[in-house]
């Protein structure tokens, strides 16, 4: 008998535009598509966010029926995290810098329950979206380096039309945070045509987003780094294969986004 081809859709629910995008991309290459909906809580730093973190199971339910993705796993917490729960998933270096190193413990919390859903669902292949880049890096290596026999696809990032990278953090902006917010997507849209002008040098390329975040009260920037995509390396001359990464608080809602040059 012919196997199927089961694809996982991590995810923390509250589902949008981007996440329909990941699962549309699982069908494509999948017979089985399985979305996971869970908020993690071991991999929230800060209580606050955990706490406000937006969740509508039946909402995310219905998107996925409109569009025929019938089979989701949404584990209650304690299916997950058993009673005296104490063993841990860590990815070394790639964890301790950017998010890493803003978030202690974000990682191991996600490392250690996409290890669980690869466990639960055992899928041939698993989507991530390249808007959570460092995630994306730290999961081709923790599959690579655990030996997990799943494919790991990434998914691009989906944008508004007018360039806010889709987060389903967004719905708590105030319409005044959210266009500052745009300032994050305009700073790094402008690094880039710089790049594609010829500018190599790391401090101007990340200067010029700092020059558009700072253009709003609203936003508090936590990093903006130019690193090489691989090993997630800060560099000082930007070649291709860069990316900037960014993280900022914008009222009170912590957004990240990146571009490759
Ligand atoms: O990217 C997310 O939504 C989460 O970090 C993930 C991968 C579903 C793990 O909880």
Do not use: C
């Not at 923390?12 to 809580?41: C, K, Q, T, W």
């Not at 606050?48 to 949404?74: G, N, Q």
């Not at 460092?134 to 290596?141: A, F, K, N, P, Y």
């Amino acid at each position: 008998m012919k196997q199927r081809r089961v694809a996982l859709v991590p995810t923390m629910g509250y589902l949008h535009e981007g996440h329909l995008s990941l699962a549309r991309l699982a069908a494509a290459s999948s017979d089985v598509v399985i979305v996971s909906i869970f908020v993690n809580p071991t991999q929230f730093n800060n209580p606050a966010d955990l706490a406000t973190y937006p969740r509508d199971l039946k909402r995310d339910l219905d998107l996925l029926e409109k569009e025929d993705f019938k089979i989701v796993f949404a584990p209650h917490e304690d299916e997950l995290y058993a009673e005296g729960f104490q063993s841990w998933v860590n990815v070394a270096r790639l964890t301790e810098t950017l998010e890493g190193a803003h978030r202690p413990g974000h990682f191991q919390g996600v490392a250690t329950v996409v290890s669980m859903l690869f466990n639960a669902v055992a899928p041939d292949a698993a989507v991530f979206g390249e808007k959570d880049f460092q995630q994306l890096r730290v999961i081709e290596q923790l599959v690579k380096d655990l030996k997990f026999p799943v494919e790991i696809i990434r998914a691009p990032i989906v944008r508004e039309d007018d360039g806010l990278a889709l987060s389903s953090r967004n719905v708590r902006l105030s319409p005044e945070e959210r266009s500052s917010a745009l300032l994050i997507s305009k700073g790094l849209f402008e690094a880039r045509a710089l790049f594609q002008k010829g500018e190599r040098n790391g401090s101007k390329l990340t200067a010029v987003v700092h020059s558009q975040l700072s253009q709003s009260p609203l936003i508090a920037p936590e990093y903006v780094e130019l690193v090489r995509e691989d090993d997630l390396t800060p560099i000082a001359q930007a070649a291709p294969g860069a990316r900037i990464l960014l993280a900022a608080t914008v009222g009170k809602v912590r957004l990240i986004d990146n571009l490759s040059l």
